[in-house]
């Protein structure tokens, strides 16, 4: 049996079936795609206190694997890009991502950053290393009420000052592009790659909308408009 097979003969036995807290070693390690670990994880999770947290984390683990790895070649792509750069430190920040999250909803967006990333390495459309972390971020300090927001108004490119437009922008997916008689906020590039490669993904049922060719004005500190 391959090691990928033997990688999801653990996921899809093991993962669901007990509790267990979080071991820094084990679980850089499973990210990083080694069989071993994950069972190794498993049991050393497996009799522990606070089970609920931690069953909760290994389930987000798990999906997240499952996920990202449905086939043998995102298996092996999925150890190729954490290993770019410091291997350890990123899969540290995958962890505490998906530790982090609240919702089964948002550790999809992660799945599909991930394969994003994946399709990036593979040198197809998708988002590189370093929109890749920033995504992340978004991913676990967004509200679901404001993903639902950009989700129903990007195509729309400008819009009316209201909350979510405020905590948009602190993400990074808003900016503000006046400031006279009415406040309008305008999604960023950043709001269409994140709409496109983290919200949508593989969603046939949510419609793809491009990125428009010019973007509107963007007001600075001293509420002169300048040039996103």
Same mark, same amino acid.
């Given at each position: 049996m391959s090691v990928f097979l033997d990688f999801m003969k653990v996921l899809k036995t093991n993962g669901s079936?007990? !509790?267990? @807290?979080?071991?820094?070693? !084990?679980? @850089?390690? $499973?990210? %990083?795609?080694?069989?071993?670990?994950?069972? %190794?994880? @498993?049991?050393?999770?497996?009799?522990?206190?606070?089970?609920?947290?931690?069953?909760?984390f290994i389930m987000k683990l798990q999906n997240?694997?499952?996920? $990202?790895? $449905?086939?043998? *070649?995102? !298996?092996?792509?999925? *150890?190729?890009?954490?290993?770019?750069?410091?291997?350890? =430190?990123?899969?540290?920040?995958?962890?505490?991502?998906?530790? =982090?999250?609240?919702t089964e909803r948002k550790v999809t967006y992660v799945v599909n950053a991930t394969r994003s990333w994946i399709r990036f390495h593979r040198g197809m459309a998708g988002i590189n290393k370093g929109q890749y972390f920033r995504v992340l971020y978004i991913i676990k300090n967004i509200l679901l009420e404001d993903i639902e927001f950009l989700t129903d108004k990007i195509k729309l490119g400008e819009v009316s000052d209201s909350d979510s437009c405020v905590a948009l922008e602190s993400l990074g997916l808003m900016y503000i592009t006046t400031s006279d008689k009415e406040v309008k906020y305008a999604?960023?590039?950043? =709001? !269409? @790659?994140?709409?496109?490669?983290?919200?949508?993904?593989?969603?046939?049922?949510?419609?793809?909308?491009?990125?428009? *060719?010019?973007?509107?004005?963007?007001?600075?500190?001293? $509420?002169k408009i300048v040039e996103f």
């Open positions: 079936k007990e !509790y267990m @807290i979080e071991c820094s070693k !084990y679980a @850089i390690k $499973t990210i %990083q795609g080694d069989a071993e670990s994950l069972e %190794q994880l @498993i049991k050393m999770l497996s009799n522990a206190p606070a089970f609920y947290k931690n069953n909760m997240f694997l499952l996920g $990202t790895c $449905t086939e043998e *070649s995102y !298996y092996r792509d999925l *150890s190729d890009i954490i290993a770019d750069g410091d291997q350890t =430190a990123n899969a540290e920040r995958i962890l505490d991502c998906l530790d =982090a999250l609240e999604f960023s590039p950043l =709001a !269409y @790659i994140f709409y496109e490669e983290v919200i949508r993904g593989d969603d046939e049922e949510l419609s793809k909308v491009e990125e428009p *060719s010019e973007f509107p004005m963007k007001m600075d500190m001293g $509420t």
